[in-house]
DNA sequence: TATTATTATCGAAACGTTTCGACATCCATT
DNA sequence: AATGGATGTCGAAACGTTTCGATAATAATA
């Protein structure tokens, strides 16, 4: 344990001095090939690395990126924003940085509610993912760090953000069902103030409406409060109390899909006879429930690289300039969905008035 | 954009001298209640908080806990260490941590396979998930840090470590079968060098001799290279081929119960009718597989959460004391385990031969 | 009463980098 | 021959804390 070598031993080996070997490690300004040489040898020999502390005492840089996540959104269980962080786990150790969690309730108010690593200025960005209180996102806009929202845009204001295909995504999902022969096509929205949730029910109406099929009202449950499974279920619910059936149905995310089709099995409905039903998302559970979901996939680990790809850009960049990155979807069909049959649902449907 | 106050503002502030701020700041040292009270004004007056690279600097401290995680463990659908890593994020809150994630290869030389954090001295403690290259573990000791192990041991040498009860949860596994009258029980082992898994196997056998009955070698397969999906179909397959067939199998975790269960089926066995099968681990997916998996239940986010909560008090504390950590497990049944019938595995035995 | 502990505060020296301005050299241009 | 822009190196001043030893005052002990 003898003490490490710091870069004053460096220079000293070297013969050079502190400000030649600082300019080598970052090779930033004019250095001449041999002393690079010469600096580089010593580095080697003496097994010296830099320390994290004081380059960032000195530089005002952390190496750190901050990931911002709501409560509500990171209970262990959301597969979703999970898969989304560890995306960024990954990517960071490519870019030699290191990803500072944190989740934050949905109120804010300085400065009990904003995290630690912002006040102890950790982290030289910030990856939000999902929707977190506007006043804390301006607040870290304030603070002039480079911020980047996944899944979330923030109404009348530009961020740099990465989406998905919502729109491209709930038209693949519409269409499968279009394509199989339904017509009347049940939307299971949760809670549909999500920008997200809110391009999937947009795009499902014009998809329906582009297809000539009638908007039915009755089919159609954007009241739930939240888009977890038993949102899935309740909605279902709510759709038969009002005395329709639909012989298919988009869910906004797999959760409600996996939740309607536990509610379907609940009445003793064969999936996917007596009823198809699409997801969104592909969580890892949709691919082994029985049957296995129809959905489409996105590219949650992608997102979060693209994510730190994009963050990593801005922070070294010295213009401030808005990306908005989209990621592409695709349709996963499995058994959860198959082709319209009158006969089965008519039968079934007289089973059920 | 003002620029933000330093602990010099604080002392200005309060009539005080920088040392005695600090000394509040940490409350180290004497100070009366009068000037503690000075002083935390002029910080909430003033919006003050300590900057983490001078802190680290003066102090020699980073604030972070380093998890490391070797490559194979971690791919990303791993969800077993995922799920411990997501555990420690969460506790390392608790304690005012962040966590720092590196994933190392098996191999290991100075200093190119050296995660970057212990270079740059920016952890405090290190956190060590699998198994991971001695070498390395050597390493980190050498450089004085705290380290803990979860879910591995060195042979020899003493770390602290979060283990799971490995022999009560293979107990739990080979005696619910036994209870069910299953007598010829397969074991399913994959890479039987981890001690986890070799400890599972040991509990395996001495259960079954506990219970008089008699280890069929040609039921036990050790010499899969590893542990996943694909290794439980291929060792089913091999007890198979040596012209045998267990009413049972107890897998040593989920991974391979689902590889196991795929075989059987492609076999066109119903499950558990024709074969009992439990594993280990309990992953997520288990709950909704077709069948649902008999499973032991590990409780991996505890696990991380302890992991942290004693590697801090190691960090803490001046002396460096080793304490091993043992997580309950349970036995959680579910639809791929019934009652041993034997009527059932004869017939289908004969179709086999 | 003299001596020693305890409590309270302070000044100054680290901690190990980056960065800025100064200076020197060299080469190309006028 | 004088001027000026690249190129290369350096010294010194930050960066914002913690910590150690010194000093002083107060309380406890002999």
Redesign the interface.
Known sequence: ?GK?PTIRDVAQKAGLSLSTVSLVINDSGYVSPETREKVLQAIDEL?Y?????????AS?T???IGFILSEDHFS?AE?FY??IF??T??EA?NH?Y??????VGSRFRE?DNVP??L????VDGVIIAGRVNEKLIAYID???LPILLVDYAVPKKHYSSIQMDNRKGAHLAVEHLISLGHREIGFLGGDISHPSIAERYQAYKECMTDHNLTLDSRLIVTEESGTAVENGSNALRTILNRGVRPSAVFAANDAMAIGCIQEAKVHGWKIPDDISVVGFDDI??SA???PPLTTIKVFK?EMGAAAVRTLVQAVKAETRSVMTVHMPVELVVRKSTTRYSGNAAATTRASVG
Chains 1, 2 share one sequence.
Do not use: C, V
Not at 49 to 57: E, F, I, K, Q, V
């Open positions: 344990m490490r097994g690395h830099p320390s994290r502390a004081a380059r960032g005492l005002k952390s190496g750190n262990l597969p999970t898969k560890l995306g786990e990954f150790r030699n290191y990803i500072l969690l944190t989740t400065p630690r690593f006040l102890e200025r950790n304030r603070l002039g890892d559970t082994h429930i029985e680990e």
